[in-house]
């Protein structure tokens, strides 16, 4: 069955969002040298579990505050959710939903980053919730 090989990350100011997803993950960015501003996204080492990404300048408005979530959302697998979540609050996001447990998977979090998108966090735990 077709799986999703890559995301992209939409931002009106890509060097901000640059600056928070490799400070907050240590995510890796490199210009494509496209016609248009293109980041390719480096998540992990190959061989992990996981996908790479893209960075592209936003064309059109921002995600707006108190509307329901309108596109795909990317989770992300940390080690420590308290701590990630934390550091995002740190770079410059703001919180979406705080921390909840997924009983027998885990504990989520969802912050917007710099740019207004929704990005989950996820912290296995098989014992969340009970």
């Known amino acids: 069955m077709p ?3 890559h995301f992209e990350v939409h931002a009106e ?27 390719l996204i480096r998540t992990g080492d190959d061989g992990t579990p996981g996908i790479n ?13 108190g509307q329901p ?9 940390v080690e420590s959710l308290d701590h990630a979540f934390q550091r995002a609050v740190e770079l410059g996001g703001t919180v979406a939903l705080p ?3 997924i009983p027998g998977i885990g504990w989520l979090a969802y912050v917007k980053d710099t740019e207004g998108n929704i990005l989950g966090m996820m912290q296995n735990d098989p014992s969340a919730g009970a």
């Open 13 to 39: 100011h890509p060097e901000r969002a640059i600056r928070f997803y490799t400070e907050l993950f240590g995510w890796q960015f490199t210009d494509a040298g496209m016609p248009m501003p293109y980041w």
């Open 53 to 65: 990404g893209g960075l592209v300048k936003r064309m059109g408005g921002a995600p707006v505050d």
């Open 69 to 77: 979530v309108n596109a795909y959302v990317c989770t992300v697998d």
């Open 3 to 5: 799986r999703v090989v």
């Open 99 to 101: 921390k909840m447990p």
